[in-house]
């Protein structure tokens, strides 16, 4: 088991920034991967950007250049730093844990934080 807990949403004008945190906590030592995902009313989640065990991310097109996924082993942590926020970013983001030394993983969600951008 895994669990996780998300922080750092909130308000931001468009140009802005702001940094989530994903802590983990339980069995860390089978996470595989941890990614950022974010889902708006009406519409399905979505992939943010991933980051494996390895240091290998992986970003959806709409932020690259703009986010930054980041990993503490140390501190069981990973980061997504996002800077030139756009109204668009708007959305409740979600941090997820995939567990398991080979596939099929099992796949490990945190509540979401909201992420507002607007003036």
């Known amino acids: 088991q895994v669990q996780l807990v998300e922080s750092g949403g909130g308000l931001v004008q468009p140009g802005g920034s702001l940094r989530l945190s994903c802590a983990a906590s339980?069995?860390?030592?089978?996470?595989?991967?941890m990614g950022w995902y974010r889902q708006t009313p009406g519409k399905q989640r979505e992939l943010v950007a991933t980051i494996t065990s390895g240091g290998t991310t992986n970003y959806a097109d709409s932020v690259k250049g703009r986010f930054i996924i980041s990993r503490d082993s140390a501190k069981n942590t990973a980061y997504l730093q996002m800077n030139s926020l756009k109204p668009e970013d708007t959305a409740v983001y979600y941090c997820?844990?995939?567990?398991?030394?080979?596939?099929?993983?099992?796949?490990?969600w945190g509540q979401g934080t909201q992420v507002t951008v607007s003036s």
């Open positions: 339980g069995s860390i030592l089978s996470i595989y991967a």
């Open positions: 997820r844990a995939l567990v398991g030394a080979t596939a099929p993983r099992i796949q490990y």
